[in-house]
């Protein structure tokens, strides 16, 4: 399985306003209809109809047949002047044979992607190229960015979210967490404590054993760190702070970016504070706020209480 793609990550007001910077373009074309290649542009679509105060239609891509049929029963008018959606044109199969099926109907297209790369087969007439390295998230689709996902090819067999990707926090989750004037007035002593403190006795319902755990101690901190995962049975890969790009008062941002590269669906932190500044910063992922007893899923305007004790 080839290195998966860092996420290039798209919430709903990045959405709305990279579509809003196109409409004044797009009502100097007089278009009769907006198309959406269903389901992931579904969203998008209905925000580029909306604006233009024009119909919208969808098409159904199956692609093991790369077969394109109407995914609406209402179809545009004959020799209509089309804008065609897509969220994201990847390999651009999907794109190309969409296209082609519209004209082949006699239809006058103009290809809109939220995102392409440079590899792809149809470069959109409009849209934001993805940065090398990178690909696109969206919140419509949070799980598809996963390694397990994409070693599917885009056919899952199961429902999408069993291939969500979950990372957690150290401090405050698998163990209880010191208070910060310990270690200010006592580093080592404190550090020394905490080498020989227990699992917590209350842990999220989830397989701990491999998970990926993300956490603000100083990378210096690594040998000790990995000598009590092991010893508890917590064998999953370990990101540590590289004090050279992230101060201590800087953790947040830290895991939001290793959430971010190696494309996380979930993360649970122990901070609510942290948990509302990661939650901002990866966008369209899910940040719990576990407080030793139970999980809150953190929005910027509200919290959702979830079962995982």
Known sequence: MSTPRAAYSYDYSRIETVISGFVPAWRLMDFDAVVAIARGALTPGAMAATNLGIPLHALSYSRPERQ????????????????????????????????????????????????????????????????????????????????????????????????????????????????????????????????????????????????????????????????????????????????????????AAHKAEAILARCHTHFIESDPRQALDIASRAQVARVVWWNGCKALMVYANAVEQLDMV
């Open 68 to 251: 394109v049929s109407w995914y609406t029963v209402d179809q545009p008018r004959p020799n209509s002047r089309i804008l065609l959606v897509e969220d994201v044109a990847g390999r651009g199969t999907t794109l190309l044979d969409s296209v082609d099926y519209l004209r082949s109907q006699g239809h006058d297209v103009t290809v809109f992607a939220l995102a392409y790369d440079s590899e792809s087969r149809v470069k959109p007439d409009y849209g934001l190229e993805i940065p090398p390295g990178f690909r696109a998230w969206f919140p419509w689709e949070r799980e598809s960015i996963t390694p397990t996902f994409d070693a599917t090819m885009n056919c899952p067999d199961r429902p999408d979210y069993e291939y969500a990707s979950w990372a957690i926090d150290l401090d405050g989750v698998l163990l209880m967490d010191l208070p910060e004037d310990q270690y200010a007035q006592a580093l080592h002593e404190t550090l020394a404590r905490r080498d020989v403190l227990p699992p917590s006795t209350s842990l999220p319902q989830l397989d701990l054993s491999n998970i990926t755990i993300i956490t603000g101690r100083p990378e210096q901190d690594r040998k000790r760190t990995q000598r009590w995962l092991d010893q508890h049975g917590f064998h999953g890969p370990l990101i540590m702070r590289d004090e050279t790009r992230h101060s201590a008062e800087q953790s």
